[in-house]
């Protein structure tokens, strides 16, 4: 069964640096892409990011561009983000996620996620 | 690529037949999948590849549509369907997206 867990949010203030982490296991890490997504307060789902299973490919939303950095420790089984310069824009729940195989959801896989963290960024 | 959700929000009975509409800013061909997410709750799949059921997923929940247009139909709605519902596109995949939302609601 595939279990993502995520930790290291918190209340940060406007400016600050918090790093996100998300322990994965029951699946082999090292093979699957994965994601992060955020969810404000209130309001919809946002993909944030996203790393090839072996972390040499980096993808990124234009709202986070230059600030967050997605990263992973395929030897940890640990799933990483990087978040400076925060603002109050990026208080939200944060989710891991497991992409699907493909790329594309087939025969039952789809995304898999944690419960995810809540950073909050205020003075 | 964008997707538009409509209604945003939806006041419907138990017993009911909703539709929910999902349109993309570009044609995605079936790369489509739906999500109904509760308070405090990670989304859970129900539909992918715009009209596959997921396993364990009741029956009265489908999905169809292909390009820029899908729907999700529940046929009968029980008081756990009660969420708001979500579309994801992943035909840009790995930079999915989804839909704002719909919020159903008792009336």
């Known amino acids: 069964e595939v279990q993502l867990v995520e930790s290291g949010g918190g209340l940060v203030q406007p400016g600050g640096s918090l790093r996100l982490s998300c322990a994965a296991s029951?699946?082999?890490?090292?093979?699957?892409?994965m994601s992060w997504v955020r969810q404000a307060p209130g309001k919809g789902l946002e993909w944030v990011s996203a790393i090839s299973g072996s972390g040499g490919s980096t993808y990124y939303a234009d709202s986070v561009k230059g600030r967050f950095t997605i990263s992973r420790d395929n030897s940890k089984n640990t799933l990483y983000l990087q978040m400076n310069s925060l603002r109050a824009e990026d208080t939200a729940v944060y989710y891991c996620?497991?992409?699907?195989?493909?790329?594309?959801?087939?025969?039952?896989?789809?995304?898999?996620w944690g419960q995810g963290t809540l950073v909050t960024v205020s003075s | 690529i964008q997707l538009t959700q409509s209604p945003s929000f939806l006041s419907a009975s138990v017993g009911d037949r909703v539709t929910i509409t999902c349109r993309a800013s570009q044609g995605i061909s079936s790369y489509l999948a739906w999500y109904q997410q509760k308070p405090g709750k990670a989304p859970k799949l129900l539909i992918y590849a715009a009209s596959t059921l997921q396993s364990g997923v009741p029956s009265r929940f489908s999905g169809s549509g292909s390009g820029t247009e899908f729907t999700l139909t529940i046929s009968s709605l029980q008081p756990e369907d009660f969420a708001t519902y979500y579309c994801q596109q992943l035909n840009s995949y790995p930079l999915i997206t989804f839909g704002q939302g719909t919020r159903l609601e008792i009336k």
């Open positions: 029951g699946f082999t890490f090292s093979s699957y892409a």
């Open positions: 996620a497991k992409d699907p195989p493909l790329g594309y959801c087939s025969g039952g896989s789809c995304y898999d």
